[in-house]
C-alpha cells in the first residue's frame, strides 16, 4: 500500500480494529516494582548543556563591546579634563613665575640700562635724534641743569675730565639748594659716584680731608697717601685736581698738622697748584680706554703755546696713547680775530665722506681746544651747511665740558 492510498477513513478504521490494553494491577504493586526497578533508583548526572558557556562569552563579548568604548570616551574626557585642569593650573603657576621673572628682567634690565655698563656710554650717547653722540657739551645741554666736572683715572696714568650734567631738581634734593660750587658737588657725589661701573678705576674721593676756602681748596693729606709714589701717579693727582675744582684760583697741600706737603717727587715744601677752570692750553687726541670706551683729552695734560700750533700739532700722533683728531691730509688755515677765531679749510671739506664719528671726534677736538684757549670757531669751505645739529653758515657753540657722562652712584 502506499502513501497515495491512505485516506481518513481507512486510517480511522484501521485505529478502531486496534485492541483495548488495559492494566489490572493494582497500583501499590505498580508502585512496589517501580522502586525495585535499579534503572529507577541509580542517580543520573544531568547532561550539561553545553552550548551554556558558548552564549556566555558571547553575551560577555556584547557587553565589552558596548561597555569599552564607552568606557574609553569616559576615560579620554576625563583626561581631557584633567589636562585642561593641569594646564590651567601650570598656566595659573607660570603667571607668577612669569610675572616675577619679567619683573626681575626688567630690574635687571633697568640696572644694565643704569649701570650701563657704559660700554662705551661716551661712544653711543646719540641717542633719539638719530645724530652721531658728541664728545663735548654745550650751553643748550645744561638747561634747568648743573654741571659736575671730574677728573676720573684713565688706563694709562692719565686724568679723562669728564662731565655730569645734573638736573636741578635732583641736586636741590641732595644738597639742598641751586647753584652749588664745585667743592659742593665734589663733597655730595664723588663718594657715591660708582668709577668701575663708568669703566675707571676707583680714584675718588681724594685720600684725607678736602676744604674750601673762599676760592681755595685745601687737601690735608694723611701720611702714605701715595699719590707721590711716582712721576705718573702724581700727575694724575695734579691733573684730576686741575679737572675738577672749577671757579677756584688754588690748591693748598697740607699735611694733618697744618705743614705744608712735601712730595717726594719734588723733595720741597709744596707749593700751591693754580687752578684755571678749563683754560690750560691743551689740544686734544682720541683716546681709547681697554673696555672699548673713546675719549677726547689732553696728551698728558701738555700745554700749547698757541691756538694754531695747537690745532696744526692734532694732525699729528703724538705717542702710541693717544691718536690725532685731524686727518694727515687735511690742511687748513686759522685766522684769528678777537674772540673768534676762522678755520678756513684749503679744499671743500665733505663731511659725510667720513666716518661719522671720527668727524664728530675731529669738530668737536678741535672746539675743545680752542675753548682752552678761550677762543669761539667758525669753519669756512665746508660742503655741508649742517651738520648733526651744526650749522656751519654761523660761528660754532663754544663746549662747557668734556666727554659726558650719566652720573651713576653706589
Known amino acids: 500500500m502506499t502513501h497515495k492510498d491512505w485516506n481518513d477513513n481507512k486510517i480511522e478504521k484501521l485505529l478502531g480494529d486496534v485492541p483495548d490494553i488495559s492494566d489490572n494491577r493494582p497500583m501499590s504493586e505498580i508502585l512496589a516494582r517501580l522502586k525495585q526497578d535499579e534503572r529507577l533508583n541509580t542517580p543520573h548526572r544531568k547532561k550539561s548543556k553545553k552550548w551554556m558557556p558558548a552564549l ?14 564607552s568606557m574609553f570616551g569616559e576615560n579620554e574626557l576625563s583626561m581631557k579634563d584633567q589636562s585642561t585642569d593641569n594646564k590651567m593650573m601650570q598656566s595659573e603657576d607660570a603667571e607668577p613665575s612669569a610675572r616675577g621673572a619679567s619683573l626681575e628682567n626688567e630690574s635687571s634690565t633697568d640696572e644694565e640700562a643704569e649701570m650701563g655698563t657704559m660700554d662705551g656710554f661716551s661712544t653711543k650717547m646719540a641717542s633719539e635724534t638719530g645724530r652721531t653722540h658728541h664728545f663735548a657739551v654745550y650751553s643748550e645741554d645744561v638747561t634747568d641743569s648743573t654741571l659736575f666736572h671730574l677728573g676720573l683715572a684713565g688706563d694709562q696714568a692719565l686724568s679723562i675730565a669728564v662731565t655730569f650734567i645734573i638736573p636741578n631738581s635732583q641736586i636741590n634734593e641732595d644738597i639742598g639748594f641751586l647753584e652749588p660750587t664745585s667743592y659742593d658737588l665734589y663733597k655730595k657725589y ?15 674721593p681724594y685720600k684725607g680731608n678736602i676744604a674750601a676756602e673762599d676760592h681755595v681748596i685745601i687737601h690735608q693729606l694723611p701720611q702714605g697717601h701715595g699719590y707721590d709714589i711716582g712721576s705718573g701717579s702724581m700727575e694724575v693727582y695734579l691733573d684730576s685736581l686741575q679737572d675738577t675744582f672749577y671757579g677756584y684760583q688754588e690748591v693748598r697741600f697740607e699735611n694733618e698738622d697744618g705743614t705744608a706737603t712735601m712730595f717726594s717727587e719734588v723733595g720741597q715744601p709744596s707749593t700751591p697748584l693754580i687752578l684755571k677752570s678749563g683754560r690750560n692750553h691743551l689740544n686734544y687726541y682720541m683716546f681709547e680706554q681697554q673696555d672699548g670706551q673713546q675719549f677726547l683729552t689732553s696728551n698728558f695734560s701738555q700745554p700749547q703755546p698757541s691756538l694754531n700750533e695747537a690745532l696744526q700739532q692734532m694732525k699729528v700722533k703724538p705717542n702710541d696713547v693717544f691718536k690725532p683728531v685731524i686727518p694727515s691730509t687735511l690742511n687748513f688755515e686759522v685766522k684769528a680775530d678777537d674772540k673768534l677765531t676762522t678755520i678756513k679749510f684749503t679744499q671743500p671739506l665733505d663731511l659725510d665722506a667720513m666716518e661719522p664719528e671720527k668727524a664728530m671726534q675731529m669738530i668737536e677736538g678741535m672746539l675743545l681746544t680752542a675753548a682752552d684757549f678761550g677762543e669761539q670757531l667758525q669753519f669756512e669751505n665746508v660742503v655741508q651747511e649742517e651738520w648733526n645739529g651744526f650749522n656751519f653758515s654761523q660761528p660754532l657753540p663754544v663746549p662747557v665740558g668734556s666727554n659726558p657722562l650719566p652720573l651713576i652712584l653706589k
Open 56 to 69: 556566555v562569552a558571547v553575551a560577555a563579548l556584547l557587553v565589552i563591546g558596548l561597555l569599552v568604548p
Open 190 to 204: 664723588a663718594s657715591r659716584l660708582d668709577e668701575s661701573a663708568l669703566g675707571f678705576q676707583e680714584y675718588h
